[in-house]
């Protein structure tokens, strides 16, 4: 009877690491293939700088923000698959959130020295 003890605690044991060993694979294959390929949603700061990225609508290129804190600056880039950015928009961000320019908000586009209206 002692044997057949030992028999069963051996095969629990070894069932055990047969159902990690499977379960560690099945893991390791379901995190790589969720893994994004781009880095949509990564936000940098550094000096008066803010950059983030964001996915393009319609399965486009990803898109490029960056804010001048200094200054109120935000510019819009469409990213290229050879490193290369295109710009797209240019915003003052002080005259966009001034009281002034809030009322328009609805159809009208607001006004932006030197840039593409923001509709």
Known sequence: MNDNLVISKTSVIALLVITAVILS???ALISEQTAPSSPVGATARGGYYIITTTASPMNGPDQLWIANVETQQLMLFDTQADGTITPLAAA????????RTMRNFGNAPIPVPGGVPVR
């Not at 003052?92 to 009281?99: H, K, M, V, Y």
């Open 25 to 27: 694979c099945a893991w």
């Open 92 to 99: 003052d961000l002080e005259i966009a959130f001034s009281p």
